[in-house]
């Protein structure tokens, strides 16, 4: 199995940034991608980036130019920097990392931008 803590979140204006941190642990020889989801109050969760063992980075369009994911993995660790947050990027961010195709998730990391 793999835990993932992430943290990070906070409450910041809009136009500001945040950087999210995510550590991973235990079996994680297995984790293949990495990645954050979000979930804004009423809505579905969406993936918002996802970074491959080889550095390969996709970003969901409402972020792009603006969010970059990055990993550290001597460190096991996933990072997400926000830049220009709006108060749309307002929710809970979940750190996931992919084993076998299946995602295991973190418990979330509340960001709330206001306007």
């Known amino acids: 199995q793999v835990q993932l803590v992430e943290s990070g979140g906070g409450l910041v204006q809009a136009g500001g940034s945040l950087r999210l941190s995510c550590a991973a642990s235990?079996?994680?020889?297995?984790?293949?991608?990495m990645g954050w989801h979000r979930q804004a109050p009423g809505k579905q969760r969406e993936l918002v980036a996802r970074i491959s063992t080889s550095e390969s980075t996709n970003y969901a369009d409402s972020v792009k130019g603006r969010f970059t994911i990055a990993r550290d993995n001597a460190k096991n660790t996933v990072y997400l920097q926000m830049n220009s947050l709006k108060p749309e990027d307002t929710g809970v961010y979940y750190c996931?990392?992919?084993?076998?195709?299946?995602?295991?998730w973190g418990k979330g990391t509340l960001a709330i931008v206001s306007s």
């Open positions: 235990g079996s994680i020889r297995s984790i293949n991608s």
């Open positions: 996931t990392a992919n084993r076998y195709g299946m995602d295991c």
